[in-house]
């Protein structure tokens, strides 16, 4: 099983001797933030009583609320609604062409960073043949906190970073130690250094004609972009390291999981179990063992001495299971984790089955949750801005030579769980029709459109604009 302890040892070590200073300062509570996602920890370890010849045993069952939050929380922040474009033209069409599903692909990568505090999208180009970059083109990858490792930081915003993998070159595997930093020397452009290692034994440093061991990007923006959630880090100062959606909810998971294990035992313990005289038990004529069906196993008991069982032929022992109590802790459990995560209270219920149904009720009873998406909303469009600007840039001044001056990027947030999207349509066709806002608003407000798109879609009528 994969397991996360924060930047691997052998690049931290790498990086020390190449004269950088590696800033892996929340590796600790990354790794612990990983158990509790992974559910790997000592909460649910093996048994100690479990030896090499006997099955290892589960301490405590588990709902998997850690990795629960994560993937909530980034289904909440982006979704296949979230709209990644800019105003100018050529950036949207670069954007269309080497982002095509990266909303859909990423959310996965998005929920990684929410649960270990930080991941990092970075920039890759391909097409360079040579001293040639005419034909460069950028591609995404996504690096979790287990394969970043910032660098320079310039109080909490990070200037240069490495970043860990393993990557495939010519038919062979190879670990991958790849740092991006400006380089005064070129005056401030990004290089990105890329070195490769053996994956068993990271000692020398292997060499490929087909590798770019240091590429200047001629462009001063970065060519990556740290994604955090938008949570105050009290573990440590001056880092662009963030802290995972549950850290302040470790103590809830444990009782929402010491619940939902409770609940299990009562099950098997509160099963109806028969006792029966022993004249009723088939007995095996060559062992003298009591002869039990696989079926009734651990449910046909002998009957004892004394009022158990005495002179009657069957008892049937049936405890009582306590339901509605149990149903009732576990509800209670979920609404503490749920308003620790910051999701507010009775988010999730183990009997209605989900989240709350419409979107009133949530803007109405859960202003807490409506508060926090917001804010993990700006800090991952702040990261999405950071990274299409970086990489557009470089690729742009790889084929081109210059770099260029601006390149404004717009994320537009489906926002249907925090807010009545259907009533705020509702409304401004309602306002159209009374002439309070111009019609070519609509699609701005609703399709992520700019203004001469939408004017040119509405300037053939008038009125209400009919749904897509």
């Not at 069952?61 to 609604?81: G, N, Q, W």
């Not at 963030?242 to 609940?263: H, Y």
């Not at 002869?291 to 001495?305: A, N, P, Y």
Request: net charge negative; proline share 5%.
């Amino acid at each position: 099983m994969k397991q996360i302890t924060g930047a691997p040892a052998w690049a931290v070590e790498k990086l020390r001797k190449a004269g950088y200073s590696p800033a892996n300062v929340m590796d600790p509570e990354i790794a612990q933030w990983w158990q509790w996602y992974a559910a790997t920890g000592d909460f649910y370890g093996a048994d100690e009583a479990a030896g090499p010849s006997r099955p290892k045993a589960c301490k405590h069952l588990t709902l998997h609320p850690a990795r629960m939050a994560a993937e909530e929380y980034a289904a909440l922040v982006m979704d296949e609604k979230t709209v990644i474009s800019s105003e100018d033209a050529d950036v949207n069409d670069w954007i269309e062409e080497r982002m095509d599903g990266f909303v859909g692909s990423e959310a996965d990568s998005l929920a990684m960073a929410f649960a270990l505090g930080f991941g990092v999208w970075a920039a890759n180009f391909g097409g360079i043949v040579g001293d040639s970059s005419a034909a460069a083109t950028a591609s995404i990858d996504f690096y979790d906190a287990g394969q970043a490792v910032p660098l320079l930081c310039d109080g909490r915003d990070s200037v240069s970073v490495a970043l860990v993998s393993r990557v495939l070159v010519e038919g062979r595997p190879y670990d991958r130690l790849q740092v991006h930093e400006p380089d005064p020397a070129t005056g401030g452009t990004y290089h990105i250094r890329t070195r490769l290692f053996d994956p068993w034994r990271h000692e020398g440093e292997v060499f490929l004609d087909s590798v770019i061991a240091d590429l200047d990007t001629r462009s001063t923006r970065p060519t990556y972009a740290m994604v955090a959630p938008a949570i105050s880090n009290s573990y440590e100062d001056a880092t662009p390291c963030g802290v995972s959606v549950f850290a302040d909810a470790v103590d809830a998971i444990r009782l929402l999981d010491e619940t939902f294990d409770s609940a299990y035992w009562r099950m098997r313990l509160c099963q109806p179990r028969m006792v029966v005289d022993e004249q009723a038990l088939a007995i095996d004529k060559h062992t003298g063992e009591v002869k039990l069906g696989e079926t009734i196993d651990q449910r046909l008991f002998k009957g004892v001495s004394g009022p158990v069982g005495h002179d009657v032929p069957v008892t049937v022992f049936t405890p009582d299971l306590q339901a509605e109590d149990m149903e009732r802790a576990i509800n209670n459990a979920l609404s503490i984790f749920s308003s620790k995560c910051g999701l507010g209270p009775n988010y999730w219920s183990f009997t209605r089955g989900g989240v709350n149904k419409t979107a009133r009720e949530v803007v109405s009873d859960n202003s807490q949750l409506f508060r926090n998406v917001r804010r993990h909303e700006k800090a991952v469009e702040e990261a999405i801005a950071r990274l299409v600007s970086g990489a557009y840039s470089a690729e742009h001044a790889l084929r081109t030579g210059a770099m260029p001056e601006d390149v404004p990027v717009t994320v537009t947030w489906d926002d249907s769980v925090v807010e009545d999207t259907e009533a705020e349509r509702a409304m401004m066709k309602d306002d159209i029709a009374r002439g309070l806002c111009p019609a070519w608003l609509y699609p701005m407000r609703f399709y992520g459109m700019d203004e001469l798109e939408a004017r040119r879609l509405v300037g053939s009528f008038d009125g209400v604009p009919e749904e897509v």
